[in-house]
Every structure is written in structure tokens, then in C-alpha cells.
């Protein structure tokens, strides 16, 4: 026993050791997660993001939503980092007319204000009406129809109140609409009459080509005016939203001045960083600046999660980072080169972990048990009737199979939620038969009309199959088929994103089978597919130019989102 005893004293010790270790990381992982917020803040295509506050602590964000609608959802906080929508902006038909506009068309980058217990939002319906004006008292709507802007010519119209007088700035032509380059572009001002929402006089040119035109700086867009320390500061994106993405900034101590640029710009940008480093965030741009009640600045921007040179699926996404004043400048401190996935908590700020997440990893199921759909679901362009119903079938959401498909411009039935991470998964339980090859209905991972994989329930040659759809250019082809049971009504089926690769599954009960495996995910990438929106994860059924009295009901919708750079 005198040899057993002393290894007995130490295998307890070690495992005392272990056991001390293993409650000691847990409790640094809970007071890292207590202390930091994940970045994006937005995940999934939540570009363009602008943001403002009402002066009593509560602050508001909203982004660009292209030809899907509702349109511009909004957000609320009273911290920078809990958010939850609260609704969207253009929520009515008669507000947003989409049908036409392929999906990167439409709303191109909305801008909201608040002056004097107004909220204000500007943006551009593209390919559409061009710009317009909308407002709210409650900026959970109802906001109020569109006031066109014909005078504005451009894109991303942004209203600045000034003491005693009100502007709209906004991306335009080049001077006398003769470009020296691709690429060259304005930033213009109108003076702006609040009461009756509409510009006053002629357009002034504030910025041409960019900070520098000697060096034909391209895509001068998404500006921003700020009154503080005695200048009035104009920010604005620089580059494109690719790559080359940047965030400049100009100065003044009178408006009717010309602005000066800051001699260190860019004051946000990834573009100098190696494209082959590990878990890259680029593309950062398009910025807002805000400070907190605590007197803290910080700045939402887009950027984007890159897999393999500037590939990604999940679009362009809000991001949120500290801001430093230098000099009286305000710069980015993104605490060394590079963005992080992590910032600490602004000071006294918590993370709710009851709201309906928005990021890190998480599974959220949606069982149609409520008497109307979540924010998060989209449309693809205006519904024109309702064709879906959540009361028909108690449990269900049933979705009418009608002859609009994906690959046309008019508004499908298609109900999306987006993806939001490089490694997750969507899945739904499904009831629906058919006596004619044409109908179908499943799970579609959507990025346009020509790139999306479409994994549904149909029949062929008398029989039931599941089926995965390729889009394309010309038409969608079948790539993989299998004969079902006869008797087969429910199905549940599954689409799994694993960074670069989609696979395929069904089952009947709990007997999960692959259809397709290692599919391209490249193909569902914005650089493949161009654009700028990411891709959508949704519940569609056709008849393919046929009318049907058919309908396809869904029992249930889960989505999971698994990202290693949260595990870590």
C-alpha cells in the first residue's frame, strides 16, 4: 500500500488541479463575454448602416434592403451593442414599388436623422423614383409615404440641421457630367426646406472625385455632416465597396467654406492588410459616428467576413468600433491595424442575452405559432396580395404556389431569414404533394436571380422526389434528383453552409440522407455572383408559369449559425 498511496495523493491533486482549471477558464470565458460584444454587431447583409439619437439615450440604426422588402429595417438601443428592430421603414406597399428591379437595385443606402421630435430618413429607391424623404414622430413607424426629390441627382442622400438652416448632401455626377476617369464622382449640397421637404436653390459641389483628385479617387459616396468643436465635419466613403473601401474626412469652420482633408485619411480602412490573413474582416466603409451619454464615440460601418481573397456569403455586415479624437479628427481605434471581432463594452453596458440574437453563434427556431412574422423575414420585391397565412393552417405557415419562380423580377413566394454565419445551417419541416412535375416546393439558398441552389419537394414520372436546383443564366437545372416513397406528404429538409461548401439533406421522420455534398459555395459568393447583397435562407414554392391552386405548408424553420471565431 505505501506505493499506491502516494500516486492515490497525487492523481487527487491533479484531478483538484483540472477541475479548478476547468471552473477557472469557464469564469474567465463568462468575464470575457461579459466584457466584450461580438463583432458585426449586424450579422448577415446588413450594409449601409446610418445611425442617430433622440438626446435622451436612445439610439436608432437602419440599413440598405436592395429589392427585398419590407424595406430599411430600424433598429433601437440604449447602448450601442443590445440591439432589437423595432420595425421597417417602408412596410407599406404604396411606400415601395420593387416589382422590375433585379435584387441589388432598389434601396441603396438610407440615412436617418432626428431634429426638433422629427425623425427624418433619406435614401434612393434605384432604377425606381429616384430619391425621397420620409418621416416619423415614433421611429416604429408608421413613417409616412415617400416625398420625391427630383432635384437631388444621385444616390445616398443624408439631411444635416444646422442652427438655423437644414441641408441634403449626396453622391452625383461629376462636374458638368464629364468624368476625368471611372469612378468619378461628387459630393453635392442643397440647402434644404424641413417644413415642406424640398431643396432650396441650386447644388453646391463640396467634394470632387475625393480627397485627393490627383490621385482619381473613385466612388466618393455615403456622406455625413457633423457640427462639433467649432467645424462642421464631412465624412464620406471612398473606393468602392470592395476591397479597396476606405472612410475619409474633411473640415471647415464655416459650411460656405471649402473643406479641408484630414492630411492622415483614411481614417477607417483594410485595404493596406495582407488579403491571406487568418479570419480577415474587409471592404470597411461606409461609417456613421455617434457618442454615448457616457461621452464615448464610437462609429457603425460596413465591412465584411472574407473567405479565400474576398470571397463571402454573408454580404456586407454592421460592424461597430471605438472612436478616438486626435488632433480634433476623429479616427477609428481599432486598437492596432486590423478590426476586431471583439471590442470591451462600452462603459456600464451589459450584454441582454434575452434579445432575439442578431450576432455570435446561436439557433433560433421560429414554429409559426404567432399571429404574424417576425422582423427578420423578408420578401423578394412588393407583394402585391397575400399569398401566405399563418391562420389557415393553426402551426403552419402556408405559402400558395403561385407562377412567379426565383429567377424572374417580379415577387415570388419566397419567405427569407439571411444568412448570418460562414458555418450554419437552415432547415424546415414540410407538407406538400403534387400531381404535376411543374409545382414544387422547399429551402432555397438565394443570392440573385441566377445564383441559388434550390432544395425542394416535387414530382417526376408519377413519383415523388426531392430535387437540388442550380440557378443560372439561362435557366435553373436539376444536379441531383432521388425517388421518395409514394405516400411521402411531410419532409423535412436541410441546407449547411460550411464556409466554402453547401450540402444537401432530407429525411423522412429522422432518417437524414445527403442529396448533394461539397456543393459550390464560391457560386453564392458576392464576387461570383456580383451585387451587393449576401445570401438569404428561405421557404419558396412554384408553379412555374402555371397557375395552381396548390399550397405548401411549413411546420417549422430552424436556423443555426456555428462560427469558430465566436468558439474561440
Known amino acids: 500500500m505505501r506505493k499506491v498511496i502516494p500516486f492515490l495523493i497525487i ?22 463575454e461579459q466584457s466584450y460584444y461580438n463583432n458585426p454587431i449586424l450579422a448577415g447583409w446588413y450594409p449601409d448602416p446610418s445611425i442617430t439619437d433622440d438626446g435622451k439615450g436612445n439610439y436608432y440604426l437602419v440599413n440598405s434592403t436592395f429589392s427585398y422588402f419590407p424595406g430599411i429595417p430600424i433598429f433601437h438601443s440604449t447602448d450601442l451593442v443590445n440591439w432589437k428592430q423595432i420595425g421597417n421603414v417602408l412596410d407599406r406597399p404604396e411606400q415601395l414599388e420593387l416589382e422590375g428591379l433585379g435584387m441589388s437595385r432598389g434601396i441603396f443606402a438610407p440615412d436617418i436623422s432626428y431634429d426638433n421630435g422629427i425623425f427624418y430618413l433619406t435614401c434612393t ?44 448632401i449626396y453622391n452625383s455626377d461629376a462636374p ?15 440647402e434644404f426646406d424641413k417644413e415642406n421637404l424640398k431643396v432650396v436653390g441650386k447644388n453646391r459641389i463640396l467634394i470632387n472625385g475625393g480627397v485627393d483628385i490627383s490621385k482619381k479617387p473613385v466612388w466618393i459616396e455615403g456622406p ?49 492588410l495582407d488579403p491571406n490573413r487568418k479570419d480577415p474582416i474587409t471592404s470597411a466603409g461606409h461609417a456613421d459616428l455617434i457618442q454615448t451619454k457616457n461621452g464615448e464615440w464610437y462609429g457603425v460601418f460596413l465591412a465584411t467576413r472574407d473567405y479565400e481573397n474576398d470571397h463571402y456569403n454573408t454580404g456586407r455586415e454592421t460592424f461597430l468600433a471605438p472612436v478616438k479624437w486626435v488632433n480634433d479628427w476623429p479616427i477609428f481605434d481599432l486598437d492596432g491595424e486590423t478590426i476586431k471581432y471583439q471590442y470591451p463594452l462600452p462603459k456600464g453596458v451589459k450584454i441582454n442575452k434575452e434579445l432575439f440574437k442578431l450576432n455570435g453563434n446561436f439557433t433560433y427556431t421560429e414554429n409559426f405559432d404567432n399571429d404574424k412574422l417576425g422582423y427578420n423575414w423578408m420578401f423578394l420585391r412588393t407583394p402585391k396580395d ?47 404533394s403534387t400531381q404535376t412535375p411543374n409545382e414544387s416546393a422547399g429551402l432555397v439558398a438565394f443570392q440573385n ?48 453552409a460550411n464556409v466554402d461548401t453547401y450540402n444537401f439533406s432530407y429525411a423522412i421522420g429522422n432518417d437524414w440522407k445527403i442529396l448533394a455534398a461539397n456543393s459550390d459555395g464560391k ?46
Open 11 to 32: 492523481a487527487i491533486a491533479l484531478w483538484s488541479c483540472n477541475t479548478k482549471s476547468k471552473e477557472n477558464n469557464t469564469t474567465l470565458q463568462k468575464e470575457i
Open 125 to 168: 429607391v434605384v432604377d425606381g423614383k429616384g430619391n425621397f424623404v420620409v418621416t416619423a414622430e415614433n421611429p416604429a413607424g408608421p413613417w409616412s409615404n415617400p416625398t420625391y426629390l427630383p432635384e437631388v441627382n444621385g444616390i445616398d442622400p443624408a439631411l444635416f440641421f444646422d442652427d438655423d438652416k437644414s441641408y441634403i
Open 176 to 190: 458638368d457630367n464629364k468624368p476625368l476617369y471611372q469612378g468619378h464622382r461628387t459630393i453635392r449640397m442643397f
Open 224 to 272: 455625413r455632416m457633423y457640427k462639433l468643436n467649432g467645424y462642421y465635419y464631412l465624412m464620406a466613403a471612398e473606393g468602392g465597396t470592395s476591397v479597396d473601401h476606405s472612410e475619409v474626412i474633411l473640415r471647415n469652420k464655416n459650411i460656405n467654406d471649402e473643406f479641408i482633408p484630414y492630411k492622415d485619411n483614411p481614417i477607417l480602412t483594410q485595404r493596406q
Open 386 to 432: 397575400t399569398w401566405y397565412s399563418l391562420e389557415e393552417k393553426k402551426g403552419y405557415l402556408t405559402i400558395n404556389t403561385r407562377p412567379e419562380t426565383l429567377s424572374g423580377i417580379k415577387n415570388p413566394s419566397f419567405i427569407g431569414h439571411r444568412q448570418q454565419h460562414l458555418k450554419g445551417s437552415a432547415s424546415v419541416a414540410m407538407d406538400f
Open 449 to 496: 436571380e441566377a445564383h441559388f441552389y434550390y432544395l425542394c419537394k416535387s414530382i417526376k414520372n408519377g413519383n415523388p422526389v426531392v430535387e437540388l436546383i442550380k440557378g443560372g443564366e439561362k435557366e435553373p437545372t436539376v444536379i441531383a434528383s432521388v425517388d421518395l416513397p409514394k405516400t411521402t406528404s411531410t419532409i423535412q429538409l436541410k441546407i449547411e
Open 523 to 568: 457560386y453564392l459568393s458576392t464576387k461570383v455572383a456580383g451585387g451587393f447583397v449576401g445570401v438569404t435562407l428561405g421557404m419558396y414554392t412554384t408553379s412555374n408559369g402555371k397557375e395552381s391552386i396548390n399550397k405548401a405548408y411549413f411546420d417549422s424553420f430552424t436556423y443555426t449559425g456555428n462560427d469558430a471565431i465566436y468558439e474561440n
